[in-house]
């Protein structure tokens, strides 16, 4: 059973390029998170998807972020006009289930830099 | 929301020796308590976690200790070997809503050979 699945590892874009990010669950799982990292600080949540619906998207930015998690294929996080702010890593994580008493599983990130 | 601090932020000891590191939160509510062992290039795996109706769990090497009156929960290591270097993260779920953990800063953790 393969683990979470992220790509890229690693993208670089330009001050005003479109960055997108690939998450896949564990087979099985239909809820996803989305946590950007900065560097030496803890993760940050940024929005939880159940496949075709935004369940919660409170810790994302009002503008230029967006997430889908469509019914067939991948999780996108999509950053648009992306500024050197953006830079850090984003990690997705699944789980099979909703609540408290279920684990996350994250993926390996990507690692997004601005230049 | 959930107020979450990690104490230390950066823990050195020697192979061999014994490890702790703290995590208070704030919110009454919260009834699972995992750590998390982030190494370096990787993302967070879950290593150890507890309920609110325990007080204590043990994994070999590891343990969680709870006290809900306090609201601090603590990970223990015992007998630390290099392979423990890692950031530590604490990721305390509160009830209610979309469960959504609060991620403490982390603790650094590097054990000496």
């Not at chain 1, 994580?93 to 601005?114: C, D, E, H, M």
């Not at chain 2, 020796?17 to 995590?23: L, Q, R």
Request: with cysteine; aromatic share 10%.
């Amino acid at each position: 059973n393969a683990g979470v699945m992220q790509n890229p590892r690693h993208l670089v874009r330009r001050r005003g390029q479109e960055a997108r990010l690939r998450c896949s669950p564990m087979k099985g799982h239909s809820h996803v998170y989305w946590y950007r990292q900065l560097p030496e600080e803890g993760l940050k949540f940024m929005v939880y998807l159940q496949k075709e619906n935004i369940i919660d998207e409170s810790g994302m930015p009002k503008e230029r972020f967006s997430a889908e998690f469509p019914k067939e294929g991948p999780s996108i996080l999509r950053i648009q006009q992306v500024v050197r702010g953006d830079s850090a890593a984003y990690f997705c994580a699944s789980s099979p289930l909703a609540g408290a008493k279920n684990i996350q599983y994250f993926g390996a990130g990507t690692r997004l830099s601005v230049l | 929301g959930e107020n979450v601090e990690q104490h230390p932020s950066t823990l050195s000891v020697q192979e061999g020796d014994s490890a702790v590191i703290k995590c208070t939160y704030s919110d009454s509510a919260s009834n699972y308590f995992p750590w998390y062992k982030q190494e370096l290039g990787k993302g967070p795996q879950l290593i150890i976690d507890i309920r609110s109706n325990v007080g204590e769990k043990k994994d070999q090497r590891i343990a969680v200790t709870l006290n809900k009156t306090a609201k601090h929960f603590s990970l223990h290591i015992t007998e630390t070997q290099p392979e423990d270097s890692a950031v530590y993260f604490c990721a305390p779920h509160a009830s209610g809503g979309s469960y959504i953990p609060t991620f403490g800063r982390g603790t650094s953790l590097i054990v000496h050979p």
